[in-house]
């Protein structure tokens, strides 16, 4: 990550937040002030948390595949990793984003429950787990949260057309499909550069993938199955770039 640009991309992210509200004439010094040394912690939070945000996810990834093997004993030995590990990270992430790390709390606390009854739901607690594992995917790669508010716009509006498009292609309506992933592809191209400056290797994936899926949706004879593979792994990827579910 280019910490420096990260810096520049998250301080005009909560400068344009206070803008919504004022111009940026009413913004005192201070206030300007305040939002860059809260974007630094913001940063740095980030950066001192990254070794254990991939620890967590590999730890919650584990738990899904114990509670898949109906092994539940593993699967709680398991997670009080991601239990303990999330204890060390909390305060940190709250600089971020205080929203999202209560909304990771009470994911955790859930599956911790869930776990412990008397009849494990493994269905319930697989697909909480997998939420879970969305919500730290997206602090781990710097989360849609930390895009300037233009390219959280336009990261949705990419979303809502790539939702769009595998329904066309579901039907079978090609040429929809193609109109529909035209605009998720203009949306990729406004705000995909903001992305590579968090990172680089999910800017990489999501490009590669917005090549793949094109190329497959205007071949001659278009395979509905290949073409819809390819959209559910784009919409896969935003959905842990936004920490969307």
């Known amino acids: 990550m280019d910490r420096s640009k990260a810096q520049i991309a998250l301080t005009l992210s909560l400068v344009l937040g206070l803008s919504a509200c004022s111009s940026l004439n ?27 945000l991939l620890t967590l996810k590999d ?42 790390t209560a909304e990771a709390q009470t994911k955790i606390e859930t599956v ?60 079978e309506n090609f040429s929809a499909a193609k109109t529909d992933f035209g605009n998720a592809r203009q949306a990729w191209f406004k705000f995909g550069g903001s992305v590579k400056q968090q990172s680089a290797e999910t800017y990489q994936k999501l490009d590669d993938g917005m090549k793949t899926a094109h190329a497959a949706l205007n071949a001659a004879n278009p395979q509905k199955d290949a073409v819809a593979s390819d959209i559910k792994a784009l919409s896969t990827e935003l959905e842990q770039l936004s920490g969307s579910k």
């Open 26 to 52: 009413q913004v005192s010094q201070m206030d300007v002030k305040k939002t860059a040394e809260n974007a630094q912690q913001a940063i740095t939070a980030l950066a001192n948390s990254k070794d254990g």
């Open 59 to 100: 730890d919650v990834s584990q738990t899904v595949t114990a509670v898949k093997a109906g092994d539940y004993g593993k699967a709680q030995q398991q997670f009080s990793k991601v239990q303990e590990t999330w204890k060390g990270l909390e305060g940190a992430l709250k600089t971020v984003s205080a929203e999202k």
């Open 112 to 171: 911790g429950t869930e776990l412990k009854a008397a009849k494990p739901d493994a269905t319930k607690i697989t697909a909480d787990l997998q939420d879970l594992g969305k919500s730290i995917s997206g602090f781990a790669m710097g989360g849609g949260a930390m895009l300037a508010p233009d390219a959280q716009s336009n990261l949705k509006a990419m979303e809502a057309d790539l939702e769009k498009a595998a329904k066309a292609v579901d039907a």
